[in-house]
C-alpha cells in the first residue's frame, strides 16, 4: 500500500489539479496532446494552460523576443552615442518636462532617437551609471543571441553577475576619475557612491580601494583557471618524413647543383598551416605507393630522416609524383619541401648492373584515432553483458534540472595543479637519425647479390631508415615465389653479417618483401620529442600514450583507453621499465590527478617505487593500507578484488545514470544531471600496473589470474585500464584467459621464437636488436617500433615536480575487501566490544544497510576500526555474513528491537 501511494504521488504532483479526476492514468504523459474523452468543460481548461505554457516554450516565442532584445542592445547603443553630442540640449528640456516630456510633441530633440531616445540615455547615462551604461547594450546583445539562435552562446547568469558588479564598479571609477567635468561620466549612482566614499576613505584611500576592487573583479572574471595552453616548441619535425634522392652519375663524379623547382616553392608557401602540411603529406604517401610513377633506370630510393645535411648532397625542391615523373637521367635529383625543420627528401641511386629500378617510398599509414575511438566505442555497444543490463534494465534516473548551474568542473578540486612541462626531460642525443649513404648502398647490394646468388632476381628495391633499423623494402621479378626469400632469412643475415634481420614476406596489405636490418648507428628516441610532438600535445584521446617511433619516424602514439589493456613482455635488459616508464610519464603529462588514478603493483619493490611521493596525487590505494604501492602478494590479491569491486560499483553508478561508459557518465556528470548526493561523483581513470606479472602467477596462480581476466573482460566501459609487464613471456604466465582479453601486446627482445609466438603469435621477436627496439602487435597489426627513451632522473624530476604541488589530503581510496576465508571462525567476547557498539548498531539499523565504509564515513573512524565494529555487530547477529562486494544484510529491522537487543547484551 505504501508503494502505492508512493508511486502514484510523482504522477499527481506533475498532473494539472482537474486532471486527477480523468479515470485513466495512462494518458499522462501524453494527456496535453491529446484529446481525451473527458467533459468539455475539463478540455477548455487544459487547453488554454497547455496553450499558454506551449506559447512560453515555442521556438517563434523566443526568437522574437531574441529580436526585440537585439533591437533593445541597438537602439540603446545609438542613442547612447548620440547622447555624447546632445546631452546638453534635450538634458535641460527634461529636467523641466520630467516624464511628460516623452509625450509633448512640441519638445525639440537633438539624440538621433527622438525623445525615446534622449529620455533612456538620460536616464540610464545622467541619472544612473553613466558611461557603465553601455554594459546594457552587452546585456540585452547576450540574452538576444541566445533567445534567437536557441543555444547557451553566452552564459546569462555570469553575465547578469558581470554587468551588475561592472555597472557599479566602473561608475564609481570614471566619476572618480572625472569628477570635475560636466558631462556625468559616472552618473548619479557613480557620483553618490563616489562623494560617500571621499568622505569616507579620503581620495587616496578612494583611490586604493578602486584599484583593489577594479583588480579583483578583473581577476575574478578571467578565472584563473584558464590554462595556458603549453605550446610545441619544437614542432615536430620528427613527424614528417624525411626523404632524400641521391642520383649516382657513373660518368660525372661530381654533385649536380641545387636547383628549386618554382612550383615546390609556390606548394611551400601555400602550406601555411602544419595541417596543411600534413594533407600535402598524406597525399604524397599515396601518390608515391604507385610504381609506375618512375621511369629512372636502376634507381633506388631510400628515404631517410631527418635530413638536414642533405643539403651537402645537392639535392633539390620537389613536387613529389609529379615531378618524380618528370625527372630525366640526367636530371638532378629532388628533396621534398622543407616543413617547419625538417627537411624532405629523396635518394635516387643509379646501379650499375640494370637489375634494379627505383622503387616509390610508402610511409605506413598510421591508425586513425578517431575511427579507432569510434571502433572501440561501437564494440563497447555490443559485447558486454553488464552493459546490456543497463539497457535492459537500466532507467535513466530522474533528477533534478541543475542545468542552470555552471558544469562541473573536476580540475578544480585542484585549480592550482600546474601539468609538467617538457624542459624536465632531456633530448637524449641528436634528434636527427644519422644515415650514411654508403652503408644505405653496401647493403642494398649485399641483398641484390645475395638473393643473386639463389637465382632470385628483383625488380625494384627501396628502403627506408629509422632510428634503429632501415626497413628495405624489394619486389621480386615476375614468378619469384615468396616463400624462397623468407627461407634464405638466415643466409641474407649472415651476408649482411648483422644481427637482428628480420623479414616480412609479404609486407601486410604491400606486394613486397620487407627486410629490416639495424643500423650501425642507431638514434634515441627521446621521449621529450615524443611528448612535444604536435600529435600528442592536439590530441583528443582520453589516456593518450606515447610510446616510440614507427620505422618511418612517425610517432606511434596511441590511446589506451582504445586499447584497451596493454601487455608488456621481454627478457631481462631490453627495454620494458623504460617502456613502462614512457607510459606512465605520458599519462601524467596529459592528465590531471582528478582525471587519473594509477594503482601501482610492483613484487621487486624498485621499479615503481620513484611514483610513491605522487601518492595524494595520482595514486590509488586500499584503506588502512600504508603504502600506495603494493609489493606484497596477499596485498596484491586484495588490491585486485577491490578493483573488482570498484568495477561493479561503478557498473551500478554507470546503470542507475543510463550510461554506457564512463565517458558518457563524466559527461552527464559534468552537465550536472547525476545528483552527488545519491552516491554519484566524477569518475577518473584508474590504471593498474602490474610489474612483474610473472613473479604473481608463480606465488598466487588462479587467485592473481581470475581478477585480472575479470577486469580485462568488463573494466573498460568503466576507465579501469590494465598495463601488465612480465620477464617471463611463457604459457604458464601469459596464459590464454589473459591473452584473450589483452589484444594490445608489445615484446621486445626475447630469447626464443617460442617466447614471440606466445607473445606476439607471430615470431620476430627474438630477433630484435634490444634497448627499446620492439614489435607491438595493436589493431591486428605488428608495428616494429623504437620505444621511446625516459631516464629514471627524468622521472623523478617529473614526480618531483608534482609531488611539490598541492595534493588531495589523501591518496584515492578503493573500496574495501574483506577475505571471506580470513574472517571465517572469528568469534568475538561481547564483553569486550568497543565502545562505539552501540552507536554503530544505530547507523546500520537506522540505514538498513550493512557497510563497513558507511562506518567508516559516518563515525570518522579508520578502516581497522570499523571492520572490527562491523565483526562484533555480526557476532552480535545485527547484521549477517560478509557478502563479499555487497552491503552485508541487516538483520534487525527496527530502533525498537535493537535497543532490545542492546539491554541484553548489555
Ligand atoms: N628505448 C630505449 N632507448 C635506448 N636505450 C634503451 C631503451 N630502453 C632501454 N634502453 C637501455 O636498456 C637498459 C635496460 O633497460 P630496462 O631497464 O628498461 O630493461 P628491463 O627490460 O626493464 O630490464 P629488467 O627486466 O631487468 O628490469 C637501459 O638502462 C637503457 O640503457
Not at 516630456?101 to 553613466?130: E, T
Not at 600506495?628 to 586484495?638: E, L, P, R, S
Amino acid at each position: 500500500m505504501a508503494n502505492e501511494l508512493k508511486k502514484s504521488t510523482p504522477k499527481v504532483a506533475e498532473k494539472p489539479a482537474p486532471k486527477k479526476k480523468a479515470a485513466n492514468p495512462k494518458p499522462v504523459a501524453a494527456a496535453p496532446a491529446k484529446k481525451s474523452p473527458a467533459s468539455s468543460s475539463f478540455k477548455k481548461e487544459k487547453e488554454e494552460k497547455v496553450d499558454l505554457k506551449k506559447l512560453a516554450k515555442d521556438e517563434r516565442t523566443h526568437k522574437i523576443l531574441g529580436t526585440v532584445s537585439l533591437l533593445m542592445s541597438v537602439f540603446l547603443f545609438i542613442s547612447f552615442v548620440s547622447y555624447f553630442s546632445t546631452w546638453k540640449e534635450d538634458q535641460s528640456q527634461i529636467f523641466n518636462k520630467g516624464i511628460g516630456f516623452l509625450f509633448d510633441s512640441g519638445s525639440k530633440v537633438a539624440n538621433l532617437l527622438g525623445r525615446l531616445g534622449a529620455y533612456a540615455s538620460h536616464g540610464l547615462i545622467r541619472q544612473s551609471f553613466g558611461l557603465a551604461s553601455f554594459l546594457f547594450c552587452c546585456f540585452f546583445f547576450v540574452v538576444g543571441i541566445n533567445l534567437i539562435t536557441a543555444r547557451k552562446v553566452f552564459s546569462i547568469w555570469r553575465n547578469l553577475r558581470y554587468v551588475t558588479i561592472g555597472l557599479i564598479i566602473l561608475s564609481v571609477t570614471l566619476s572618480f576619475l572625472f569628477s570635475s567635468f560636466d558631462f556625468p561620466f559616472g552618473g548619479s549612482v557613480g557620483d553618490m557612491i563616489n562623494n560617500w566614499l571621499k568622505a569616507f576613505l579620503g581620495t587616496i584611500g578612494t583611490a586604493a580601494l578602486l584599484l583593489v576592487v577594479g583588480g579583483s573583479y578583473l581577476i575574478w572574471q578571467f578565472n584563473p583557471t584558464f590554462k595556458v595552453p603549453i605550446r610545441d616548441k619544437e614542432f615536430s619535425a620528427e613527424n614528417e618524413t624525411a626523404r632524400l634522392t641521391i642520383e649516382e652519375d657513373e660518368a660525372e663524379e661530381k654533385e649536380e647543383p641545387l636547383q628549386q623547382e618554382p612550383s615546390l616553392i609556390a606548394l611551400a608557401k601555400q602550406a601555411a598551416t602544419i595541417n596543411d602540411l600534413y594533407a600535402e603529406k598524406e597525399d604524397a604517401k599515396q601518390h608515391e605507393s604507385n610504381p609506375n610513377a618512375l621511369n629512372g633506370d636502376g634507381e633506388m630510393v631510400l628515404s631517410i630522416n631527418p635530413a638536414k645535411e642533405e643539403k651537402d648532397y645537392g639535392f633539390h625542391l620537389t613536387e613529389r609524383e609529379e615531378d618524380k615523373a618528370t625527372i630525366e637521367e640526367e636530371e638532378p635529383l629532388h628533396v621534398n619541401e622543407p616543413v617547419e625543420e625538417s627537411i624532405t627528401g629523396e635518394i635516387l641511386h643509379k646501379e650499375e648492373e640494370a637489375i634494379t629500378r627505383e622503387v616509390p617510398f610508402e610511409i605506413k599509414e598510421e591508425p586513425k584515432p578517431r575511427k579507432r575511438e569510434q571502433a572501440v566505442e561501437n564494440l563497447e555497444l555490443e559485447i558486454k553483458s553488464k552493459e546490456d543490463e543497463i539497457e535492459e534494465d537500466g532507467e535513466p534516473e530522474r533528477q533534478k534540472d541543475y542545468s542552470d548551474l555552471p558544469p562541473y568542473e573536476p580540475t578544480l578540486d585542484l585549480r592550482d595543479y600546474k601539468y609538467p612541462s617538457v624542459d624536465l626531460l632531456e633530448a637524449h642525443g641528436s634528434e636527427k637519425i644519422v644515415q650514411d649513404p654508403a652503408e644505405l648502398e653496401a647493403n642494398k647490394n649485399q641483398i641484390i647479390n645475395t638473393l643473386k646468388n639463389y637465382d632470385i632476381t628483383i625488380q625494384k628495391i627501396s628502403a627506408t631508415v629509422g632510428p634503429t633499423v632501415t626497413l628495405y623494402e624489394i619486389v621480386p621479378a615476375a614468378g619469384v615465389r615468396i616463400s624462397r626469400i623468407k627461407n634464405l632469412e638466415d643466409d641474407i643475415a649472415l651476408s649482411l653479417a648483422a644481427l637482428g634481420i628480420r623479414i616480412i614476406a609479404p609486407i601486410p596489405g604491400k606486394g613486397t618483401i620487407g627486410i629490416e636490418v639495424p643500423n650501425v648507428k642507431k638514434t634515441i628516441v627521446s621521449m621529450r620529442t615524443l611528448l612535444s610532438a604536435e600529435k600528442f600535445t592536439h590530441n583528443t584521446f582520453s589516456l593518450p600514450i606515447a610510446i616510440g617511433k614507427k620505422i618511418d619516424n612517425e610517432n606511434f602514439i596511441v590511446d589506451l583507453a582504445s586499447m584497451p589493456h596493454l601487455l608488456m613482455a621481454g627478457a631481462t635488459g631490453q627495454g620494458k621499465s623504460v617502456g613502462l616508464n614512457a607510459v606512465l610519464v605520458s599519462l601524467l603529462y596529459k592528465k590531471h590527478p582528478s582525471q587519473l588514478k594509477f594503482v601501482l603493483i610492483d613484487p621487486k619493490k624498485v621499479e615503481l617505487s620513484v611514483y610513491r611521493h605522487i601518492e595524494t596525487h595520482f595514486l590509488a590505494k586500499l584503506p588502512g593500507e600504508e603504502d600506495a604501492i603494493i609489493t606484497d602478494t596477499k596485498k596484491v590479491i586484495h588490491t585486485l578484488n577491490a578493483l573488482c569491486i570498484e568495477m561493479d560499483n561503478r557498473y551500478d553508478l554507470l546503470k542507475e545514470a543510463g550510461a554506457r561508459n564512463i565517458k558518457e557518465y563524466n559527461e552527464k556528470f559534468t552537465k550536472r544531471r547525476l545528483n552527488p548526493q545519491k552516491g554519484h561523483q566524477f569518475l577518473p581513470f584508474i590504471v593498474l600496473v602490474v610489474d612483474e606479472f610473472a613473479d604473481l602467477i608463480m606465488t598466487a596462480g588462479k587467485e592473481v589470474e581470475m581478477p585480472i581476466a575479470r577486469l580485462a573482460q568488463l573494466a573498460r566501459a568503466v576507465g579501469i585500464h590494465l598495463i601488465i609487464a612480465t620477464q617471463r613471456p611463457s604459457v604458464n604466465i601469459i596464459t590464454g584467459t589473459i591473452k584473450a582479453n589483452f589484444p594490445a601486446r608489445i615484446a621486445f627482445k626475447v630469447s626464443s621464437k617460442i617466447d614471440s609466438r606466445t607473445i606476439l603469435d607471430a615470431g620476430g621477436a627474438e630477433q630484435l636488436i634490444g634497448k627499446g627496439d620492439m614489435l607491438i602487435s595493436y589493431n591486428g597489426e605488428i608495428t616494429r617500433l623504437q620505444c621511446a627513451f625516459v631516464d629514471t632522473p627524468e622521472v623523478e624530476k617529473i614526480v618531483d615536480f608534482i609531488s611539490d604541488q598541492r595534493g588531495y589530503p589523501q591518496a584515492f581510496m578503493l573500496p574495501e575487501y574483506v577475505d571471506e576465508k580470513e574472517m571465517e571462525g572469528k568469534d568475538f567476547d561481547m564483553s569486550d566490544k568497543d565502545p562505539l557498539f552501540g552507536d554503530a548498531a544505530k547507523l546500520i539499523v537506522q540505514n538498513q544497510m550493512g557497510s563497513t565504509s558507511l562506518i567508516q564515513r559516518r563515525m570518522k573512524l579508520g578502516y581497522n576500526r570499523a571492520g572490527r565494529l562491523m565483526d562484533q555487530l555480526e557476532a552480535a547477529g545485527i547484521v549477517g555474513p560478509n557478502l563479499g562486494s555487497k552491503a552485508r544484510e541487516v538483520l534487525v529491522k527496527t530502533e525498537a528491537d535493537l535497543f532490545e537487543i542492546l539491554e541484553t547484551l548489555s
